[in-house]
Nanobody, 123 residues
Framework: QVQLVESGGGLVQAGGSLRLSCAAS????????MGWFRQAPGKDRKFVAT????????HYGDFVKGRFTISRDNAKNTMYLQMNSLTPEDTAVYYC????????????????WGQGTQVTVSS
């Protein structure tokens, strides 16, 4: 089992930045690939980014377009999502997720989820 807690969400103006954090507890963090997903109001949850266990491999959703950076610090059991050049279309609840061993872009393959953190971007 691994428990995930997101933080860092909030209200930001368009063009601004936020850094989300996902703190993990429980079993060995470094044995889990991690991912970020988001769910906008009235829409399905969608893939944002994923990172391998070592942090050496990352993948992003097409809409990210170089604006977001996923990273992790295995010594701190924490994953991050640096979000720059935010637009109102980025408004959503952002979830972190963990999957043992190999990374994935498919949310159904993630076993553990946080409760989410709200990101609101005003125009």
């Amino acid at each position: 089992q691994v428990q995930l807690v997101e933080s860092g969400g909030g209200l930001v103006q368009a063009g601004g930045s936020l850094r989300l954090s996902c703190a993990a507890s429980g079993r060995t963090f470094s044995s889990y690939a991690m991912g970020w997903f988001r769910q906008a109001p009235g829409k399905d949850r969608k893939f944002v980014a994923t990172i391998s266990r070592s942090g050496g491999t990352t993948h992003y959703g097409d809409f990210v377009k170089g604006r977001f950076t996923i990273s992790r610090d295995n010594a701190k059991n924490t994953m991050y999502l640096q979000m720059n050049s935010l637009t109102p279309e980025d408004t959503a609840v952002y979830y972190c997720a963990a999957r043992q061993w190999e990374s994935s872009v498919i949310q159904g393959q993630f076993d553990y989820w946080g409760q989410g953190t709200q990101v609101t971007v005003s125009s």
